[in-house]
DNA sequence: GCCGTTTTCGGCCCGACTGTTTTCAGTCG
C-alpha cells in the first residue's frame, strides 16, 4: 500500500507546485509520475528503483524514495508553508483554476472559499485583470454549487436517466444518431454528469430543438457544437451534448467516451506516427488528409492497437501491456449463479422457491441462499436450529424446480470481538459460507484485519462478503490491511466478494485489479439481493469487474456448478 | 521534471467556450 501513499502525495505535491505557479509541465511532470506508481502492476517495494517506471527520472525518484522512508516530502512541507493551507480548496470551485486563484491571492489576498465569497459581495474582485463583473458573477454561482456539494449520481440510477434522455434526443428531427459517452460509457460507479455525441447535419437546429426539451431547467451553455444543459428527471443531473457531422461520430464518441488520461496517451501515440488526433477524425499533416471510421475498432486498428473496451480506457495499463496481455473482459452470459441472497427467512421479502424461480429465469444454473445469521438480530438472523429448517425448505424447492440447484448458506457474522457467528459444526453442514462484518466499524485498523483474517483462517468460511464495508456517498470503508488481507485470502484459498449493490460495489475495481495481479485471487461477484427484482444489480457488479480487469476464470459465477463445489472445498485443503 | 531509430535541447495532447480582451488567456473535459 505503500505506492498508494506515494501517489497521494506526488498529487498533493502538483497542485501545490501549480498554485505556485511552476512551469506546468514541471507539474505535469509529477502527476504523471503518481499515475505511473498507481498503476503499476508492481508495488514500489519490489522494484529495483522508481526510476524503472516511465516517466519518473531522477528528480521524481529522489522524491519517491523520500516518502518511501520517511512518509513525507520536504519539498511539499516547503510549500505548504509558504502558501496559505486554503489555496488548494479553492481549485474545487468550479471555473476557477490556479492562475485565478494565483492573482487573487497576490492582489487580495485572498486564502480560502470564505475570503472569496466576501470579496465577491462586496464586488472587490472585478476590479482585478483578467476579471470582470460576469466572471465576478460567475465566481459567486461556483461557490454556490460548491457548497451544494453535489453529490455523484450512482451508475444505477443515471443509467435509466440516460436511457430516457437518449430516446428524447432521437426523436429530435435531423439527428442521425446519438449514443451515451463519458464516464457512464465507460460504466463508472457513479457519474458527474451524462455525456451524448449526436450526429447530425443540421447542428443550431439540432441544439435548438434539445434546448427545448421540457426537462430542461437551464442552458448553461449553448455553442457551436456544444450544448451544456441541466435536466430534471428524478434528480437533477447536468448533461454535455456533443454535435458532429455524421462521419465524425465515431471519433467523437471515443473522444468524449474518454477517459481524459487515454485520450492523451491515443494523441501522443498518433503524434508518434506523424498524426494528430481530434474528435473529428485523425489528421495527417503531411498529406494533409482526413481519416474518419465506421466504428472505433477500426480506429484502434487505424493506430495500431488492439480494441479497448470503453470500461478500461483509463490509461491503467492498457496502453502499455501487449496486445495479447489485455483481458477478454468478463460477459453477462458468462454468469451462472448469484451465491449471496436473502429470503424471509431474514430480511428479504421473497421466499426461497421465489428468488429461486427469478434466478431461473435470467437464466442461472445455481443460486446460494444466503441469510443472516443470528447475530445480525434487527435483521432476523437465523439460529442454528433456523438454518436445518431452512435447509429441509430448500430441499423442497429443488425437488420442484428443475434446471437450477439452490445451495444452502450463511451470511455469517463476524463478531465485534472476532469470533464467529456459529461454531464449526454447524459451518460444516452448509454448502457456501459467507463470512462478514457489520459492526464494530470504529475499530482500530488492526483489529478490524484481525478479524477477517481470523475468518478467512477458518476451513469452512469460502467468501468474505463486501470486504470493505464502504457505502458509496454514505460511509467510508472500515480501517483496513488489505494487504495483509489479500495475502491471507491467497494462502487460505479465500474468495473475496465483489458485492454488486450499488450502494457498496465492494471491493472497488483499483482492489480487484491489484488482487488479481498482485496476489492471484479469485472473486465472487454476487447481488446480495433481497428481493427478485434486485438480481438485476449483477449488472452493475459485472460493469464494476469489467473495470478491474477481471476476466471469467477470476470469478467463481462462472464455473460450472462441479466446478464451483470442487473450488469451494479447495478450503479444507488450506 | 522527463525524454530521445529524426533530438542531450526543446519540446511536452487537443479543441470548445467564456470573458476579457481587440488577438488571447484561462478553464474544462
Given at each position: 500500500?505503500?505506492?498508494?501513499?506515494?501517489?497521494?502525495?506526488?498529487?498533493?505535491?502538483?497542485?501545490?507546485?501549480?498554485?505556485?505557479?511552476?512551469?506546468?509541465?514541471?507539474?505535469?511532470?509529477?502527476?504523471?509520475?503518481?499515475?505511473?506508481?498507481?498503476?503499476?502492476?508492481?508495488?514500489?517495494?519490489?522494484?529495483?528503483?522508481?526510476?524503472?517506471?516511465?516517466?519518473?527520472?531522477?528528480?521524481?525518484?529522489?522524491?519517491?524514495?523520500?516518502?518511501?522512508?520517511?512518509?513525507?516530502?520536504?519539498?511539499?512541507?516547503?510549500?505548504?508553508?509558504?502558501?496559505?493551507?486554503?489555496?488548494?480548496?479553492?481549485?474545487?470551485?468550479?471555473?476557477?483554476?490556479?492562475?485565478?486563484?494565483?492573482?487573487?491571492?497576490?492582489?487580495?489576498?485572498?486564502?480560502?472559499?470564505?475570503?472569496?465569497?466576501?470579496?465577491?459581495?462586496?464586488?472587490?474582485?472585478?476590479?482585478?485583470?483578467?476579471?470582470?463583473?460576469?466572471?465576478?458573477?460567475?465566481?459567486?454561482?461556483?461557490?454556490?454549487?460548491?457548497?451544494?456539494?453535489?453529490?455523484?449520481?450512482?451508475?444505477?440510477?443515471?443509467?435509466?436517466?440516460?436511457?430516457?434522455?437518449?430516446?428524447?434526443?432521437?426523436?429530435?428531427?435531423?439527428?442521425?444518431?446519438?449514443?451515451?459517452?463519458?464516464?457512464?460509457?465507460?460504466?463508472?460507479?457513479?457519474?458527474?454528469?451524462?455525456?451524448?455525441?449526436?450526429?447530425?447535419?443540421?447542428?443550431?437546429?439540432?441544439?435548438?430543438?434539445?434546448?427545448?426539451?421540457?426537462?430542461?431547467?437551464?442552458?448553461?451553455?449553448?455553442?457551436?457544437?456544444?450544448?451544456?444543459?441541466?435536466?430534471?428527471?428524478?434528480?437533477?443531473?447536468?448533461?454535455d451534448i456533443r454535435l458532429v457531422r455524421p462521419q465524425q461520430f465515431v471519433s467523437a464518441l471515443h473522444h468524449f467516451t474518454g477517459s481524459k488520461e487515454h485520450n492523451v496517451r491515443i494523441r501522443q501515440r498518433a503524434k508518434e506516427l506523424g498524426w494528430k488526433v481530434s474528435e473529428y477524425g485523425i489528421h495527417e499533416p503531411a498529406t494533409?488528409?482526413?481519416?474518419?471510421?465506421?466504428?472505433?475498432?477500426?480506429?484502434?486498428?487505424?493506430?495500431?492497437?488492439?480494441?479497448?473496451?470503453?470500461?478500461?480506457?483509463?490509461?491503467?495499463?492498457?496502453?502499455?501491456?501487449?496486445?495479447?496481455?489485455?483481458?477478454?473482459?468478463?460477459?453477462?452470459?458468462?454468469?451462472?449463479?448469484?451465491?449471496?441472497?436473502?429470503?424471509?427467512?431474514?430480511?428479504?421479502?421473497?421466499?426461497?422457491?421465489?428468488?429461486?424461480?427469478?434466478?431461473?429465469?435470467?437464466?442461472?444454473?445455481?443460486?446460494?441462499?444466503?441469510?443472516?445469521?443470528?447475530?445480525?438480530?434487527?435483521?432476523?438472523?437465523?439460529?442454528?436450529?433456523?438454518?436445518?429448517?431452512?435447509?429441509?425448505?430448500?430441499?423442497?424447492?429443488?425437488?420442484?424446480?428443475?434446471?437450477?440447484?439452490?445451495?444452502?448458506?450463511?451470511?455469517?457474522?463476524?463478531?465485534?470481538?472476532?469470533?464467529?457467528?456459529?461454531?464449526?459444526?454447524?459451518?460444516?453442514?452448509?454448502?457456501?459460507?459467507?463470512?462478514?462484518?457489520?459492526?464494530?466499524?470504529?475499530?482500530?485498523?488492526?483489529?478490524?484485519?484481525?478479524?477477517?483474517?481470523?475468518?478467512?483462517?477458518?476451513?469452512?468460511?469460502?467468501?468474505?462478503?463486501?470486504?470493505?464495508?464502504?457505502?458509496?456517498?454514505?460511509?467510508?470503508?472500515?480501517?483496513?490491511?488489505?494487504?495483509?488481507?489479500?495475502?491471507?485470502?491467497?494462502?487460505?484459498?479465500?474468495?473475496?466478494?465483489?458485492?454488486?449493490?450499488?450502494?457498496?460495489?465492494?471491493?472497488?475495481?483499483?482492489?480487484?485489479?491489484?488482487?488479481?495481479?498482485?496476489?492471484?485471487?479469485t472473486f465472487s461477484i454476487n447481488t446480495d439481493a433481497h428481493s427478485p427484482e434486485t438480481l438485476s444489480h449483477i449488472g452493475m457488479g459485472l460493469a464494476i469487474a469489467r473495470r478491474g480487469w477481471l476476466e471469467a476464470d477470476d470469478v467463481i459465477n462462472t464455473y460450472s456448478l462441479e466446478q464451483l463445489q470442487e473450488r469451494l472445498a479447495?478450503?479444507?485443503?488450506?
Open positions: 500500500m505503500i505506492s498508494v501513499h506515494v501517489a497521494v502525495v506526488l498529487k498533493q505535491l502538483a497542485d501545490m507546485m501549480e498554485l505556485k505557479g511552476e512551469n506546468p509541465f514541471k507539474v505535469n511532470a509529477y502527476r504523471r509520475a503518481a499515475r505511473a506508481v498507481e498503476n503499476s502492476r508492481t508495488p514500489l517495494d519490489s522494484l529495483k528503483g522508481p526510476e524503472e517506471l516511465p516517466g519518473i527520472g531522477k528528480g521524481t525518484a529522489a522524491v519517491i524514495r523520500e516518502i518511501m522512508t520517511t512518509g513525507r516530502s520536504e519539498q511539499l512541507e516547503k510549500i505548504k508553508s509558504q502558501l496559505p493551507s486554503g489555496l488548494p480548496e479553492l481549485l474545487t470551485i468550479p471555473g476557477l483554476g490556479p492562475k485565478s486563484i494565483h492573482v487573487l491571492y497576490r492582489e487580495l489576498g485572498i486564502t480560502g472559499v470564505d475570503e472569496l465569497q466576501q470579496a465577491v459581495e462586496a464586488g472587490r474582485v472585478r476590479h482585478l485583470s483578467g476579471f470582470g463583473e460576469k466572471k465576478e458573477r460567475n465566481l459567486a454561482e461556483g461557490i454556490r454549487q460548491r457548497n451544494k456539494r453535489p453529490q455523484r449520481i450512482l451508475l444505477v440510477q443515471a443509467l435509466p436517466l440516460a436511457e430516457r434522455l437518449q430516446e428524447r434526443i432521437e426523436k429530435i428531427p435531423h439527428v442521425k444518431r446519438v449514443e451515451p459517452a463519458g464516464s457512464l460509457r465507460r460504466r463508472k460507479e457513479t457519474v458527474k454528469d451524462l455525456d451524448f455525441v449526436v450526429a447530425t447535419e443540421q447542428p443550431r437546429q439540432v441544439a435548438e430543438a434539445i434546448t427545448a426539451i421540457p426537462e430542461v431547467t437551464k442552458v448553461v451553455n449553448h455553442g457551436e457544437t456544444k450544448v451544456s444543459i441541466l435536466i430534471e428527471m428524478e434528480l437533477v443531473i447536468p448533461v494533409d488528409r482526413d481519416f474518419t471510421f465506421q466504428d472505433e475498432q477500426e480506429m484502434f486498428v487505424k493506430l495500431g492497437l488492439p480494441y479497448m473496451e470503453p470500461e478500461i480506457r483509463e490509461d491503467r495499463g492498457e496502453m502499455d501491456v501487449p496486445a495479447e496481455r489485455l483481458p477478454r473482459l468478463l460477459q453477462r452470459n458468462e454468469y451462472r449463479g448469484d451465491l449471496h441472497l436473502h429470503t424471509r427467512w431474514s430480511d428479504g421479502i421473497a421466499t426461497v422457491e421465489e428468488m429461486a424461480v427469478a434466478a431461473k429465469k435470467r437464466g442461472y444454473s445455481y443460486i446460494a441462499i444466503t441469510d443472516h445469521s443470528q447475530f445480525l438480530k434487527v435483521a432476523g438472523g437465523l439460529t442454528a436450529d433456523d438454518l436445518k429448517r431452512q435447509r429441509e425448505e430448500i430441499d423442497r424447492v429443488n425437488e420442484k424446480i428443475a434446471g437450477i440447484t439452490v445451495l444452502a448458506g450463511v451470511e455469517m457474522d463476524i463478531l465485534p470481538d472476532g469470533r464467529l457467528d456459529y461454531p464449526d459444526d454447524v459451518l460444516q453442514e452448509l454448502d457456501v459460507v459467507i463470512a462478514s462484518i457489520h459492526s464494530g466499524f470504529q475499530q482500530e485498523k488492526a483489529r478490524l484485519t484481525r478479524r477477517i483474517i481470523g475468518a478467512m483462517e477458518n476451513p469452512y468460511v469460502h467468501i468474505i462478503a463486501h470486504p470493505t464495508g464502504r457505502l458509496i456517498n454514505r460511509r467510508e470503508p472500515y480501517a483496513l490491511d488489505l494487504d495483509e488481507v489479500f495475502q491471507t485470502a491467497k494462502e487460505t484459498g479465500t474468495i473475496l466478494e465483489l458485492n454488486a449493490n450499488p450502494f457498496r460495489l465492494d471491493l472497488n475495481e483499483q482492489y480487484l485489479k491489484r488482487g488479481k495481479e498482485e496476489f492471484g485471487l479447495q478450503k479444507w485443503g488450506g
